[in-house]
Structures are given as structure tokens and as C-alpha cells.
Nanobody, 120 residues
Framework: QVRLVESGGGLVQSGGSLRLSCAASGSIISVYAVGWYRQAPGKQRELVAHFTNGGSTNYADSVKGRFTISEDNAKNTVYLQMNSLKPEDTAVYYC??????????????WGQGTQVTVSS
């Protein structure tokens, strides 16, 4: 069984940085794609950054130049480096991953989320 666990959230002042991690565990052949999403209170969940193992990355306009998505294949972990944080970045951040499992099936799942709060 595959599991995704996010970590790295917290409280930071405006202009600060955080690095979120999304670690996949279980029977994994490869992590095909990972997306970082966020959901602020009263708002819909939105895509922040997306990564495929072919090297393609995409970012929401609101975070371009400030956030960077990267991966550590050996650890089955994808990171979201967030710099120059703004109060409007405050949200629960989730990762979603498409993973080829050891049984050859495609796992499409979500982590439990990690809270990011940026104070002004």
C-alpha cells in the first residue's frame, strides 16, 4: 500500500521561507508525477506546482519565481521550496502523486496536508 506524508509546514513571517516535503512510502516502482495544491479557508483547492519525472514543471502564476518544486528519487520525496512568502500564501498544502506501484497499478492519492501560515 502506498502512502503520502507531507511535512514542513509552520508559521513564518512575510518574506520568509519554508520547505515542504511529500514523502511516498510503500511498494513503489516510480513516482510519475506530483502536484502541490493548497486550500485556503473558504476557497477552492488550487494547483500550486506540478512535476513529472520527465522533468516537466509548471507553476501557478501567483508563485512563479518564488516557489520551486524538486525531487529526490532515492528518497521518493518531492519538495516545495517556498521563498518570499506572503500572507496570501497561507493555506493547507497538499501533495497529490501518481505512482506506479510494485503490482504495476497506478496509485493516485493525496497526503493529509500541512498548514502554512504567513504572518504580515
Amino acid at each position: 500500500q502506498v502512502r503520502l506524508v507531507e511535512s514542513g509546514g509552520g508559521l513564518v513571517q512575510s518574506g520568509g521561507s519554508l520547505r515542504l516535503s511529500c514523502a511516498a512510502s510503500g511498494s513503489i516502482i516510480s513516482v510519475y508525477a506530483v502536484g502541490w495544491y493548497r486550500q485556503a479557508p473558504g476557497k477552492q483547492r488550487e494547483l500550486v506546482a506540478h512535476f513529472t519525472n520527465g522533468g516537466s514543471t509548471n507553476y501557478a502564476d501567483s508563485v512563479k519565481g518564488r516557489f520551486t518544486i524538486s525531487e529526490d528519487n532515492a528518497k521518493n520525496t518531492v519538495y516545495l521550496q517556498m521563498n518570499s512568502l506572503k500572507p496570501e500564501d497561507t493555506a493547507v498544502y497538499y501533495c497529490n502523486a501518481d505512482i506506479i506501484t510494485g503490482t504495476g497499478t497506478l496509485y493516485d492519492g493525496w497526503g493529509q496536508g500541512t498548514q502554512v501560515t504567513v504572518s504580515s
